[in-house]
Each structure stands twice: as C-alpha cells, then as structure tokens.
C-alpha cells in the first residue's frame, strides 16, 4: 500500500533552517508529482511546493518563495524541502502528497514550529 512517511521536523527560531524528508513506498515513485502541503489547526490545508517527476519543474506557493527548495531524490524514493529564513507563520504540520488515480494520499506529517 502507498505510504509516505515525513520526518524533519522540530522546533526552530525565526531566521532558522530546517531539512524535511519524506519517504515513499508502495507505488512508482518516480512516475508521480509530488507536492508538499502544510496545515495548522482551523485552517485548511495549503500547497507549499510541488515537483514534477522528473525535477523538471517546480512551483511554490507565494509565502514561501525564495525561502523553500523543493527536491527529489527518484533513485531513493524521497522527496525533499530545504526550508530557509523560517518565520513564525510557517509553523504548521507539514505533509507530503501524491495523487494515485484521482485520490490523495499524505502521511503522518511533521511538525514544524518556528518560535523564539
């Protein structure tokens, strides 16, 4: 079964750096765009970042760009977002996403808070 296990996550300051991670199985990696969403608690979940299959594209969400790098690893089934210049409106919980045949799938997610 498809499953997506995200890790990276911790407490930060504001100005800080973090690495996310997310490991895939279950379905062919490398054929599928992958996308990182984050959410906090009330609001609704939030496209970050997202990666076509081959790494030849990628977009970002407003809040985010310039500060975030979306990446992929195909050969070790692992998606990947280098987060830069962490302010406290990025704290959320953060997922992975792949739509498999019209349905999403997301893991556990991690979480990222941002605080001094």
């Known amino acids: 079964q498809v499953q997506l296990v995200e890790s990276g996550g911790g407490l930060v300051q504001p100005g800080g750096s973090l690495r996310l991670s997310c490991a895939a199985s279950g379905f062919t990696f490398s054929r599928y765009l992958m996308a990182w969403y984050r959410q906090t608690p009330g609001k609704e979940r939030e496209l970050v970042a997202a990666i076509t299959r081959d790494s030849g594209s990628t977009v970002y969400g407003s809040s985010v760009k310039g500060r975030f790098t979306i990446s992929r690893d195909n050969s070790k089934n692992t998606l990947y977002m280098q987060m830069h210049s962490l302010k406290v409106e990025d704290t959320a919980v953060y997922y992975c996403?792949?739509?498999?045949?019209?349905?999403?799938?997301w893991g556990q997610g991690t979480q990222v808070t941002v605080s001094s």
């Open positions: 996403d792949v739509r498999l045949d019209s349905v999403n799938y």
